[in-house]
């Protein structure tokens, strides 16, 4: 028996993609909007020829999703320059897995409906922002299969969004921070047990870089004359991959006195193409950092509550705007825009009061 089909590979701004014709109709060519034969197929053997596409179920059809090299949605967004991480991807496809392959599985992506997405959310136990997470993750999906015409809408694009109170990030008061980090080295040595880890830390919270920037400095990132770094790279969690910052902005550090002294008692006999912090030779990795800044906090007698190391970070942001202007603030910090400096920012009630304090003469002659 003959192939009820056979392909042909068109060029489009991409790279290229197949076209299918049927048998009952050789003059039509139909694109599948697949790059690779095998995905080609698998479109061809699931359309019928005189109605359309003939829906899939929703596990065969996310079988390969956000997993890396078998992923058509995957290659087609780095194709156009959206580049998403091992840490991304890998909670992507738990939520995938762990939520909408047990509730969608054996139905056809076709018949999925918004009221069950709805329902389904609604009735999980979660914060809001978690909720939109998941959605998020639905949404992706299901855009691809609209793209791939299996589908005429998607219909988690119709579930509105939850709304609810983010908790809010707390940060470190100046007294904790004297605690954090002693004048004396002995004493900073007694709470982190060695210099690397006390400037890992410390960096975070003179220049608010993230764990991830910090563990990616090079001793040729510090520029000696203009007492800095230049910030160009991250290291990936889970992968120990180098890639660029999280914004992809390049950004400068701004060293202290201390921050510089610390770098030059642990430099000796560093080679400028090494990285300045590791551990057994391999870049710093965030769960073993969280486990060291929690130790060292007990050590330092801190009260840690829920705060983490990427809380020196939002206390940085937000003791740098009481002296310095946003727009500087941003730059140090690599954000886009002014308002993610702003969202950073976590001023006291004795910081709000003291922003207006030299009103107070003012209003008294008015009032």
Request: proline share 4%; with cysteine.
């Amino acid at each position: 028996m003959k192939n009820p089909y056979k392909f042909r590979k068109r060029k489009v701004k991409s790279g290229h993609v197949f076209y299918v014709c049927f048998r009952s109709n050789p003059e039509r060519w139909i694109s599948t909007g697949q790059t690779d034969i095998v995905s080609a197929t698998q479109w061809a053997e699931h359309y019928n020829p005189e109605s359309g596409p003939v829906s899939v179920t929703f596990k065969e059809f996310t079988k390969d999703f956000f997993i890396e090299e078998r992923c058509q949605w995957l290659k087609r967004m780095n194709q156009k320059g959206h580049t998403y991480g091992y840490p991304h991807l890998k909670r992507y496809r738990q939520i995938l897995t762990g939520h909408w392959i047990p509730l969608f599985g054996n139905l056809l992506v076709g018949s999925i409906r918004r009221k069950q997405i709805d329902e389904y959310l609604m009735g999980l136990d979660v914060a809001a922002e978690t909720k939109n997470k998941y959605l998020s993750v639905l949404r992706t999906v299901l855009s691809e299969a609209e793209y791939q015409e299996l589908v005429d809408r998607n219909p988690a694009r119709e579930v509105r969004l939850f709304k609810g109170k983010t908790k809010e990030r707390e940060i470190f008061t100046p007294e904790e921070l004297v605690k954090l980090f002693p004048e004396d080295i002995k004493d900073l040595k007694k709470i982190f047990l060695d210099l690397e880890w006390a400037l890992y830390f410390y960096l975070q919270a003179s220049c608010g870089l993230r764990p991830s920037e910090v563990a990616a400095l090079y001793w040729s990132d510090w520029k000696r004359q203009y007492h800095g770094f230049i910030v160009t790279s991250s290291i990936e969690n889970f992968t120990s991959r180098r890639k660029t910052t999280k914004t992809n902005i390049v950004k400068p550090a701004i060293l202290t006195e201390r921050a510089e002294s610390l770098l030059t008692l642990i430099g000796p006999g560093r080679n400028d193409d090494s990285l300045i912090f590791t551990v057994k030779d391999e870049p710093i990795k965030l769960a073993t950092s969280n486990k060291h800044f929690k130790a060292s906090c007990e050590r330092a007698g801190i009260n840690r509550g829920d705060r983490t190391q990427y809380s020196l970070r939002h206390t940085f942001n937000t003791l740098a705007l009481t002296r310095l202007p946003v727009s500087q603030v941003q730059k140090l910090m690599g954000h886009q825009t002014e308002a993610m400096t702003a969202h950073y920012n976590h001023p006291t009630e004795a910081d709000i009061l003291g922003q207006v304090e030299d009103t107070r003469e003012v209003l008294k002659a008015l009032f």
